[in-house]
């Protein structure tokens, strides 16, 4: 059993960053993939990142693509999404997700965060 623990949200102007970290425990976190969705109230969560066990393979939708990177440290159990240029359609919270095959379809995922919430806003 895998527990999830996000965190680095906060308000931050249009054109900043943010830098998300995502603490796992209680399970072989490094064999696991693992993906960022975003959720707004009233919609479906979105998918924004995701990354292989490895490290090696990483995905990105299109909206933040070339603005969002995607990376993972095996031996601090850690995930990371490094927010740059942030405009206030990214206001949403972020969950981090772990899943046994990589996948941008947030139902394919086996183990979630409580989340965090960014806010872009001036």
């Known amino acids: 059993q895998v527990q999830l623990v996000e965190s680095g949200g906060g308000l931050v102007q249009p054109g900043g960053s943010l830098r998300l970290s995502c603490a796992a425990s209680?399970?072989?976190?490094?064999?696991?993939?693992a993906g960022w969705f975003r959720q707004v109230p009233g919609k479906e969560r979105e998918f924004v990142s995701a990354i292989s066990w490895s490290g090696g393979r990483t995905y990105y939708a299109d909206s933040v693509k070339g603005r969002f990177t995607i990376s993972r440290d095996n031996a601090k159990n850690t995930v990371y999404l490094q927010m740059n240029s942030l405009k206030p359609e990214d206001t949403a919270v972020y969950y981090c997700?772990?899943?046994?095959?990589?996948?941008?379809?947030?139902?394919?995922?086996?183990?979630w965060g409580q989340g965090t919430q960014v806010t872009v806003s001036s």
């Open positions: 997700a772990a899943t046994s095959d990589v996948s941008t379809r947030h139902d394919e995922y086996n183990y």
């Open positions: 209680g399970g072989t976190f490094s064999s696991y993939d």
